[in-house]
């Protein structure tokens, strides 16, 4: 199983980017996809979650308006696009994976996103 983050960097205030999770490995179309994140000091955070078909999607209050989660099953690929960022949205920002079972739980190596004022 892998799940390969990219997309992050440095980026102003009120920019945007743009994440990406490549998986392979599981049957990803049958997992619900999510991004987490984890800033300095601080536990990780649930940002965005995905259902398997897409037919839902939610946010955490702080990212709703401002970011949108999505998916793309043919490429076996997830997404965050972010936007409007904020100094508080500097995190390692990690992708998740979870099937039926609780042993079908997967995680990404994280990306740095850091947003500059």
């Known amino acids: 199983v892998q799940l390969v983050e990219s997309g992050g960097g440095l980026v102003q205030v009120g920019g945007s980017l743009r994440l990406s999770c490549a998986a392979s490995?599981?049957?990803?179309?049958?997992?619900?996809m999510s991004w987490y994140r984890q800033a300095p000091g601080k536990e990780r955070e649930l940002v965005a979650v995905?259902?398997?078909?897409?037919?839902?999607?939610d946010y955490a209050d702080s990212m709703k308006g401002r970011f949108t989660i999505s998916r793309d099953n043919a490429k076996n690929t997830v997404y965050l696009q972010m936007n409007s960022l904020k100094p508080d949205d500097t995190a390692v920002y990690y992708c998740n994976a979870l099937g039926r079972w609780a042993s079908e739980n997967y995680w990404g190596q994280g990306t740095q996103v850091t947003v500059s004022s």
């Open positions: 490995g599981f049957p990803f179309s049958s997992y619900a």
């Open positions: 995905i259902t398997s078909g897409s037919r839902r999607t």
